[in-house]
C-alpha cells in the first residue's frame, strides 16, 4: 500500500484557464490529472484545502479518497472543490495505472470497444484563451491565425461550407457549433428576433443543403436563452435536422426541460457543466435526456464519470465524454469510453488537438479516420513534457509534500 505524499500543480501563461495536478506516491509514482476554468482558485484550494485532507492517504483506495475530499458542509454542484478533486482522481487512477502497469481502461473494468467516434467542436486555436469565460469576449477572433491553425469558430460564422468540407476530408462527419450566441449576449438571451435567427441557422442551413446526411450536425446554446425563446430556436433548428441541441436553457431547471422537449423532436443534451451524479438525476428523472454530457475534469474524474454513466444507462441514456479544455481530460475520456457500454461519441476540437495539445504531453491519443483510441502505455499513457514543466511560460509551480 503507497500513500499519498506530494501534489503539485501547474499553470501556464499561454493557457491560463487550465490547471494540471501531479501526485507523487510513497512508492515514486507519479499520476497526472488537469482541470478547467478558474485555474488560479482551483490551484489555491489544493493547496490550502485539498492537500491537507489527502496527503498520508492511500493512494489505491481512491474511492476513500474521493470520499474523503469531499467537503464537510457550504459545497454543492460543480464548483472548484469538484474541479479540484476531478484532477486529482484522474491523477490517482494514472499513479494506479503506472504502478500495476496497465491502461486505465483495462483498471476501469476492462475494453467494451478499442476506440470511438469523434465529433469536432468547431472553436479556433485561441477559444476560451481569456480570463473572461463563456462570452463571445473569449471566442479568440481577435487574435491572429497562423495559416496551419485551424480557424473553425470564423469558419463556421464565415465559411461554414468549407468547414464542413474540410472535416469530411479528414474523416468527420459530425460538428457541433454555436452561432447563437451573439445574439443571445446581444438581448441577455430574453429575445431572438426573426433576422437574427435567419442568420444563426443560415451555417446550418448552408451545410445542409451542400452535404445532406454526410455530415451531422448539432447546437450548442450555451444555456443562455429563456424558455420561450430556446424554444423557438429549437423548433427553427428542427426543420434543419440536428444529431442533438445542447444545453438548450441554463442547466437549473429540469421542468422547463421537460417543457421543451415535449415540442422539440431533436434530441436534448446537457450535463457537462452541472456536477456528479446525483446533480444529473433530476434531470434524468425528466425523461427528456437524449444524451448525457459529461466532462471528467469537473464531474469529479473518472470514479464519479463511471458513477455518471450507470445512472444514465439505468435511463436507457447514452452519455458523451466533453473536450473543450485540455490533452489530459481528453486523454482520460477516451479511455472511459473504451470502458463504458453507454458512451456514444467523443468530443474533440481538432484546432486545440492539432494546434498545442502535443505542446504540453508526450503523448496523445490517436486519430484515424474518424475515431480516436488510447495512447500505448499505462495509466493514462502520456505524462506532462519535461520542458512544458520548465517553459518559461509554465509560471506556477507549487507543491504540498510529507514525508
Ligand atoms: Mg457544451
Redesign the pocket.
Given at each position: 500500500m503507497s500513500t499519498i505524499t506530494e501534489l503539485i500543480t501547474y499553470r501556464s501563461e499561454e493557457h491560463p484557464n487550465l490547471l494540471w495536478l501531479e501526485v507523487n506516491t510513497k512508492d515514486g509514482v507519479t499520476g497526472l490529472g488537469e482541470t478547467f476554468f478558474a485555474a488560479e482558485a482551483v490551484e489555491a484550494y489544493i493547496h490550502s484545502n485539498l492537500a491537507p485532507m489527502v496527503l498520508g492517504l492511500p493512494a489505491e483506495d481512491i474511492e476513500l479518497v474521493h470520499h474523503k475530499s469531499r467537503p464537510y458542509v457550504g459545497f454543492v454542484g460543480a464548483g472548484m472543490e469538484l474541479r479540484a478533486r476531478s484532477a486529482l482522481d484522474i491523477a490517482l487512477w494514472d499513479a494506479l495505472g503506472k504502478s500495476v502497469n496497465l491502461p486505465l481502461s483495462i483498471l476501469l473494468g476492462g475494453r467494451i470497444r478499442h476506440q470511438i467516434p469523434v465529433y469536432n467542436?468547431c472553436a479556433g486555436n485561441r477559444y476560451v484563451r481569456g480570463p473572461k469565460v463563456g462570452s463571445t469576449d473569449n471566442f479568440g477572433l481577435d487574435k491572429p491565425v497562423k495559416q496551419e491553425e485551424f480557424d473553425d469558430l470564423n469558419s463556421f460564422l464565415n465559411d461554414p461550407v468549407s468547414l464542413a468540407a474540410s472535416l469530411l476530408e479528414m474523416g468527420i462527419d459530425s460538428m457541433?457549433i454555436w452561432p447563437f450566441d451573439y445574439a443571445a449576449e446581444a438581448t441577455q438571451g430574453q429575445f431572438i428576433g426573426p433576422s437574427e435567427l435567419a442568420k444563426a441557422l443560415k451555417p446550418f442551413e448552408l451545410i445542409k443543403k451542400k452535404y445532406g446526411n454526410k455530415m451531422q450536425l448539432s447546437a450548442?446554446l450555451?444555456g443562455m436563452w429563456n424558455l420561450p425563446e430556446s424554444l423557438i430556436i429549437c423548433q427553427a433548428l428542427d426543420e434543419i435536422g440536428m444529431r442533438w441541441i445542447?444545453?438548450p436553457v441554463f442547466l437549473t431547471n429540469a421542468d422547463g426541460v421537460r417543457e421543451l422537449k415535449r415540442a422539440v423532436r431533436s434530441r436534448i443534451?446537457?450535463g457537462?457543466?452541472r456536477g456528479g451524479a446525483d446533480d444529473f438525476k433530476i434531470f434524468l428523472d425528466t425523461g427528456a435526456l437524449g444524451l448525457l454530457?459529461l466532462d471528467l475534469g469537473w464531474c469529479g474524474g473518472l470514479t464519479e464519470a463511471r458513477r455518471c454513466a450507470a445512472l444514465a444507462g439505468a435511463y436507457q441514456t447514452p452519455v458523451a465524454a466533453?473536450d473543450?479544455n485540455g490533452p489530459v481530460v481528453l486523454t482520460a475520456s477516451v479511455h472511459f469510453c473504451q470502458s463504458t457500454k453507454n458512451a456514444y461519441v467523443q468530443?474533440i476540437v481538432r484546432a486545440f488537438y492539432y494546434g498545442w495539445y502535443d505542446e504540453i504531453v508526450t503523448q496523445l491519443p490517436p486519430i484515424k479516420e474518424g475515431k480516436i483510441t488510447v495512447p500505448e502505455g499505462p495509466g493514462l499513457g502520456l505524462e506532462l513534457l519535461d520542458d512544458f514543466k520548465k517553459r518559461k511560460s509554465t509560471f506556477s509551480r507549487k507543491s504540498n509534500k510529507i514525508g
Amino acid at each position: 500500500m503507497s500513500t499519498i505524499t506530494e501534489l503539485i500543480t501547474y499553470r501556464s501563461e499561454e493557457h491560463p484557464n487550465l490547471l494540471w495536478l501531479e501526485v507523487n506516491t510513497k512508492d515514486g509514482v507519479t499520476g497526472l490529472g488537469e482541470t478547467f476554468f478558474a485555474a488560479e482558485a482551483v490551484e489555491a484550494y489544493i493547496h490550502s484545502n485539498l492537500a491537507p485532507m489527502v496527503l498520508g492517504l492511500p493512494a489505491e483506495d481512491i474511492e476513500l479518497v474521493h470520499h474523503k475530499s469531499r467537503p464537510y458542509v457550504g459545497f454543492v454542484g460543480a464548483g472548484m472543490e469538484l474541479r479540484a478533486r476531478s484532477a486529482l482522481d484522474i491523477a490517482l487512477w494514472d499513479a494506479l495505472g503506472k504502478s500495476v502497469n496497465l491502461p486505465l481502461s483495462i483498471l476501469l473494468g476492462g475494453r467494451i470497444r478499442h476506440q470511438i467516434p469523434v465529433y469536432n467542436t468547431c472553436a479556433g486555436n485561441r477559444y476560451v484563451r481569456g480570463p473572461k469565460v463563456g462570452s463571445t469576449d473569449n471566442f479568440g477572433l481577435d487574435k491572429p491565425v497562423k495559416q496551419e491553425e485551424f480557424d473553425d469558430l470564423n469558419s463556421f460564422l464565415n465559411d461554414p461550407v468549407s468547414l464542413a468540407a474540410s472535416l469530411l476530408e479528414m474523416g468527420i462527419d459530425s460538428m457541433k457549433i454555436w452561432p447563437f450566441d451573439y445574439a443571445a449576449e446581444a438581448t441577455q438571451g430574453q429575445f431572438i428576433g426573426p433576422s437574427e435567427l435567419a442568420k444563426a441557422l443560415k451555417p446550418f442551413e448552408l451545410i445542409k443543403k451542400k452535404y445532406g446526411n454526410k455530415m451531422q450536425l448539432s447546437a450548442e446554446l450555451h444555456g443562455m436563452w429563456n424558455l420561450p425563446e430556446s424554444l423557438i430556436i429549437c423548433q427553427a433548428l428542427d426543420e434543419i435536422g440536428m444529431r442533438w441541441i445542447e444545453d438548450p436553457v441554463f442547466l437549473t431547471n429540469a421542468d422547463g426541460v421537460r417543457e421543451l422537449k415535449r415540442a422539440v423532436r431533436s434530441r436534448i443534451a446537457l450535463g457537462e457543466t452541472r456536477g456528479g451524479a446525483d446533480d444529473f438525476k433530476i434531470f434524468l428523472d425528466t425523461g427528456a435526456l437524449g444524451l448525457l454530457i459529461l466532462d471528467l475534469g469537473w464531474c469529479g474524474g473518472l470514479t464519479e464519470a463511471r458513477r455518471c454513466a450507470a445512472l444514465a444507462g439505468a435511463y436507457q441514456t447514452p452519455v458523451a465524454a466533453h473536450d473543450c479544455n485540455g490533452p489530459v481530460v481528453l486523454t482520460a475520456s477516451v479511455h472511459f469510453c473504451q470502458s463504458t457500454k453507454n458512451a456514444y461519441v467523443q468530443e474533440i476540437v481538432r484546432a486545440f488537438y492539432y494546434g498545442w495539445y502535443d505542446e504540453i504531453v508526450t503523448q496523445l491519443p490517436p486519430i484515424k479516420e474518424g475515431k480516436i483510441t488510447v495512447p500505448e502505455g499505462p495509466g493514462l499513457g502520456l505524462e506532462l513534457l519535461d520542458d512544458f514543466k520548465k517553459r518559461k511560460s509554465t509560471f506556477s509551480r507549487k507543491s504540498n509534500k510529507i514525508g
